[in-house]
């Protein structure tokens, strides 16, 4: 079993035990074992096709496996599907939606009763676009905000449910190099209450924010990631792809 | 116009040709809002020619077997209702590709519609009208059932109004909180085909489009929230509905056709400012 060391006496906010999945009998993840604790930061590396959408889609809940070999938080995740605070990448939404930015972070609300939001909500989601340095922007156009904002809004969308785990989808792949430095310094901020996963593949980057990094192509291989030490990360990395 | 507004006072049939127009304008702009933002006006189109065949059908029943109780429009409002509940069954429990769909309903509702009216006795200027509505031939039954279709898409838009704006935006994020996307998305079909149905009777199968996402097209270059799009686009709607109408009386030409030359020629004209505002900005 791969563990993600952070904490020995927290118990695991993600367990992933013997998990097996397929396509019309094409095997795309085989045996797949690994834990995230608490306070992690665990980059999800691998090739293309190699599983990583797929074991997202899976933690999301979004695709289900047979044997119940997956738990986060101790459960099921379609049962718990709304503990996971979910940024997506840029072509998942519509980036010209005419909506103001607030109206996008109360989404992370969805699922309460009523027509619509309460005050709760509205105070939710205002205290999470401060987190985010974004206040006031709330009646902002979301249009309107550049690539690095938008991500911000996501990101203070993704607090409003109220998770403890953040999971980025390719969270730079529509950012500059200038918008990703910054966006690695606050996913170093985040993580001192966050537990966070982030596939990606701008490999050169996993070293500004990883703790720890999983490869996966069909099974997965871990490293505990150690600062001063990326030229390991880096071989250890070519190897795998290598085989 | 003073033409228009005196023989408004005169014709009731041109007072219900207003207020139809004014009924489906509502439900253009909220429905047309949600139709453009997610981007399912092809879908839309496919519904309104699919459509014809329901019309089609109930026509023939009416006159030649004698079901007098079912209105064509009852017709329509079945066929609308079956094509968008099929076209998301087949979205997301067939995985089909769109494009597909669209193309065999939009010509086979438009052949079992033909097929049905030709052996329809009676005037074949109905097909025309069918096809490119008149506005003018809307009766006092016809407004109600149009009201009450407006009603029941207006109270469903607000009752389902925060889910179906999150699915429009982020379909994957939506269904993470919990929200049921895919009935929720046969939903919006559902008010989309409703939608289609009382456009059908301003400005014909053909012209549905048109109207259903031209004025939440211009609407959508100037609102900032989506609420804001759907108030501008129904006061948009009115205003061509209301517009044509009146140039169409005035110089004997037909009211759909009208309607949509005046709403394209806007839209045009919006598209301009807008490219050229966008560019000043930068």
């Not at chain 1, 989601?125 to 690539?147: C, D, I, T, V, Y």
């Not at chain 1, 430095?181 to 924010?209: A, G, S």
């Not at chain 2, 014709?11 to 949600?34: K, N």
């Not at chain 2, 096809?131 to 469903?156: K, P, S």
Request: proline share 2%; charged share 15%.
């Amino acid at each position: 079993m791969i563990m993600t060391h952070r904490n020995k006496n927290t118990e695991a906010l993600i367990k992933v035990n013997n998990l097996s999945f397929a396509y019309d009998k094409r095997n795309v993840l085989e045996n797949v074992n690994f834990e995230v604790n608490e306070g992690d930061c665990l980059a999800i590396v691998g090739p293309n096709g190699g599983g990583k959408s797929t074991l997202l889609n899976i933690l999301c809940g979004e695709l289900s496996t047979t044997n119940s070999s997956v738990a986060i938080c101790n459960n099921v995740p379609s049962q718990v599907r709304k503990l996971l605070g979910y940024i997506p990448q840029k072509n998942y939404y519509d980036e010209q939606f005419p909506i103001k930015v607030l109206q996008v972070v109360l989404m992370g609300r969805l699922g309460g009763k009523g027509f619509w939001y309460s005050k709760y909500d509205k105070k939710i989601a205002l205290e999470n676009l401060r987190k985010m340095q974004m206040e006031n922007f709330a009646q902002h156009s979301f249009p309107s905000l550049s690539g690095g904002q938008k991500q911000r809004v996501l990101i203070a969308r993704a607090l409003a449910t109220e998770t403890k785990i953040l999971v980025f989808d390719e969270p730079t792949s529509s950012l500059d190099v200038h918008s990703q430095n910054l966006f690695y310094d606050l996913l170093c901020d985040l993580n001192k209450d966050y537990t966070i996963l982030v596939v990606t593949h701008n490999i050169h980057e996993v070293p500004k924010f990883a703790k720890s990094v999983l490869f996966v192509n069909k099974n997965t291989d871990f490293l505990s990631f150690t600062k001063g030490k990326e030229q390991d990360f880096y071989h250890w990395y070519q190897e795998k792809i290598n085989v | 116009m003073f033409e228009f507004i005196t023989a408004l006072q005169e014709f009731a049939f041109l007072r219900y040709a207003l207020i139809a127009g004014i009924l489906a304008s509502i439900s253009c702009g909220i429905v047309g809002a949600f139709v453009v933002t997610k981007r399912i006006s092809y879908l839309a189109g496919a519904i309104s020619h699919f459509v014809l065949g329901g019309i089609g059908i109930a026509r023939y029943l009416n006159i030649v077997h004698g079901w007098t109780f079912l209105d064509p429009m009852y017709g329509a409002v079945i066929f609308a209702l079956l094509a968008a509940i099929f076209i998301g069954y087949v979205r997301f429990w067939h995985k089909q590709r769109e494009d597909t769909i669209i193309g065999v309903m939009w010509a086979v509702g438009m052949a079992v519609g033909v097929m049905f009216i030709s052996q329809t006795p009676g005037y074949n200027e109905d097909l025309m009208t069918y096809l490119f509505g008149n506005i003018l031939l809307v009766t006092a039954e016809d407004l109600r059932i149009i009201a009450v279709l407006d009603v029941i898409i207006v109270v469903l838009c607000i009752f389902f109004y925060r889910s179906l704006v999150a699915i429009c935006f982020d379909e994957h994020f939506a269904k993470l909180r919990g929200i049921k996307v895919r009935r929720l998305y046969i939903l919006l079909l559902c008010l989309t085909a409703m939608t289609v149905v009382l456009l059908v009777t301003v400005v014909g199968i053909v012209m549905v489009i048109a109207l259903l996402t031209i004025p939440a097209g211009i609407a959508s270059q100037f609102a900032k929230s989506l609420g804001q799009m759907m108030l501008l686009a129904t006061l948009l709607s009115i205003v061509f509905v209301t517009s044509g109408l009146g140039v169409s009386y005035q110089y004997d030409v037909p009211s759909g056709a009208t309607i949509i030359i005046i709403s394209g020629i806007i839209y045009v004209i919006s598209a301009v400012f807008s490219s050229s505002r966008f560019r000043f900005k930068n």
